[in-house]
């Protein structure tokens, strides 16, 4: 079966510092991972995903992402934080053989000026 | 940009009580899901749908739970004697027509359950 941990419920960062959001997954078959962000009253937006190609996903908004196999990690980063990056953000993982998403439990990420 | 759009926003509605969760998919999609996040907990798949039918469905869609696509345009999420538990937010999706395409997510809508 599959799982998403993601470590850290809230994080909080500084206007224009690096932005570090953790997910590690666990599978026992290649996955694929995805980065889903909320905004306040608003459904799920897709922000990069991860399907056996480059390991390293660029996503909107400049965000990224690395998959690595050694450390079944996915990590979301971001080089400078903006204020309009305060959302919730889920790390979530699907495989080959299977339609559905299962999430992680979210990271409030809230930027401070 | 094409929209899943889902309502109401908002439904609440007494313990015991039948409830259908309107969605409209974006119209070129053939895969359609229903997901939904019980306050403070993880983001649930419930069930996919294509075809016309159930393709997968999760353990906590059991016999109070139903789906239809009732005229082309139209995904419905019908709970049938609602408890509750079932009070969450339920997110609406659909995707195109590759394994690989993304998943569109609606605003959902908050269910309540007095």
């Known amino acids: 079966a599959q799982s998403v941990t993601q470590l850290g419920s809230h994080v909080s960062v500084s206007e224009g510092a690096l932005v570090l959001l953790r997910c590690n997954y666990s599978s026992s078959v290649p996955p694929y991972l995805f980065w889903y962000v909320q905004y306040p009253n608003q459904g799920l937006q897709l922000l990069l995903k991860?399907?056996?190609?480059?390991?390293l996903v660029k996503g909107i908004n400049g965000f990224e992402a690395e998959f690595k196999k050694s450390e079944t990690s996915f990590h979301l980063t971001k080089p400078s934080a903006h204020m309009s990056d305060a959302a919730e953000y889920f790390c979530?993982?699907?495989?080959?053989?299977?339609?559905?998403?299962?999430f992680g439990t979210g990271t409030r990420l809230q930027v401070f000026p | 940009e094409p929209e899943v759009t889902q309502t109401p926003s908002h439904q609440v509605t007494q313990m015991g009580q039948e409830v259908i969760l309107r969605c409209v998919p974006i119209s070129n999609h053939l895969y359609f899901y229903w997901y939904r996040q019980i306050l403070g907990q993880k983001v649930e798949f419930l069930v996919s749908f294509y075809n016309n039918e159930i393709s997968e469905k999760s353990e906590i869609f059991d016999d109070q739970f139903s789906v239809e696509r009732p005229d082309g345009s139209n995904f419905t999420l019908k709970i049938r004697s609602t408890k509750l538990e079932d009070s969450a937010m339920y997110f609406c999706?659909?995707?195109?027509?590759?394994?690989?395409?993304?998943?569109?997510f609606g605003n959902g809508t908050r269910l309540t359950v007095t």
């Open positions: 991860y399907t056996s190609a480059a390991t």
């Open positions: 999706a659909s995707k195109g027509g590759t394994a690989n395409s993304p998943l569109h």
């Open positions: 979530a993982v699907r495989t080959y053989n299977t339609d559905k998403l299962i």
